[in-house]
């Protein structure tokens, strides 16, 4: 690996980000956070020394001009959805602002050839593409960070767990439940020392149904939970209001309600498995501990 960096993050307000900002500082690096709004603060991050730039990831103009700002070689970004050219705009600025290598917040369910995911696969296309266009910028220069199901999805819920009831069309769905914060340390550590690997999956040490999940929830926060299982219509719009674009929330209740595995059946899964201890050598989080560390979103 090489020695630490200068690395600037973008996303750091985030649970990935700003987990990613905290290892790479503790690895050496010299950390600038680049964020929409520099006066919100970020609690996770305590005092370390670290300069805020301002930037947006949808306005390429301020991305060169906060990398240019910030000296740093090396940059963390996350897939955005909804830009035209699939963010190659923003990987350019980066460049001419002087980044020489990128690490990618992607999705494990980018698979295979990326070229030849079709369009109807929302969710992977959409990473995919992004990936594509970042390889366009920088070629081999770049490494794509490809989690699996966050354990903080289950925030998704926090309103019907509050009120004692949770819909879904198919409770039985089992997840990885991936810890943010593995994902944000393999992402600090491939920041500070660089990596070789073109992509990284990441996979969770747990194999739990969402059913399985809430009844965790249900005895950490002392909380009783029904659940109660809807039809797909009905799944699409509860995911809607929770904030997912109707194209993905179709995608999402699919996936879940169908005859294939999210995860469990592709060659990537057992080194997914294994990469949060090779970059962070230490032993993944599994959910109980995630939710102990953030039971107190259940209830803000």
Do not use: F, H, M
């Given at each position: 690996m090489a020695s630490p960096s200068n690395v600037i993050i973008f996303g750091a307000t985030g649970s990935v980000g700003s987990a990613a900002a905290l290892k790479a500082y503790q690895e050496g690096a010299k950390v600038t956070l680049a964020m929409r709004d520099t006066l919100k603060?970020?609690?996770?991050?305590?005092?370390?020394?670290?300069?805020?730039v301002q930037a947006d990831l949808t306005k390429p103009e301020t991305v060169q001009t906060a990398v240019r700002q910030s000296g740093a070689k090396t940059a963390f970004v996350y897939a955005i959805q909804g830009i035209p050219d699939d963010m190659r705009h923003t990987f350019v600025a980066l460049k001419k602002g002087g980044i020489e290598f990128v690490v990618l917040l992607s999705s494990f369910l980018v698979q295979g050839d990326r070229h030849a995911t079709p369009p109807t696969e929302i969710v992977p296309y959409v990473h995919a593409k992004v990936e594509i266009a970042l390889e366009s910028v920088f070629g081999n220069r770049c490494s794509a960070v490809r989690p699996a199901y966050f354990a903080s999805n289950v925030l998704h819920f926090k309103d019907e767990i509050a009120h004692g009831e949770v819909k879904l069309p198919n409770p039985d769905a089992e997840f990885d439940w991936i810890s943010p914060k593995d994902i944000g340390q393999v992402i600090g550590m491939a920041l500070a020392h660089g990596t070789q690997?073109?992509?990284?999956?990441?996979?969770?040490?747990?194999?739990l149904s969402v059913r399985d999940t809430l009844s965790i929830i249900s005895r950490v926060l002392s909380k009783e939970i029904k659940i109660t299982v809807v039809g797909k219509k009905q799944a699409v719009e509860d995911i809607q209001q929770r904030g997912l674009p109707e194209p993905a929330a179709k995608w999402f209740v699919?996936?879940?309600?169908?005859?294939?595995?999210f995860i469990w059946d592709v060659p990537d899964f057992e080194v997914g498995v294994d990469n949060v201890r090779k970059y962070t050598h230490q032993s993944p989080e599994r959910f109980e501990q995630w939710l102990e560390e953030n039971k107190e979103k259940f209830t803000v």
């Open positions: 603060s970020i609690p996770t991050l305590g005092d370390i020394s670290a300069e805020k690997e073109i992509s990284i999956p990441l996979v969770g040490p747990n194999r699919e996936a879940v309600t169908g005859q294939r595995s």
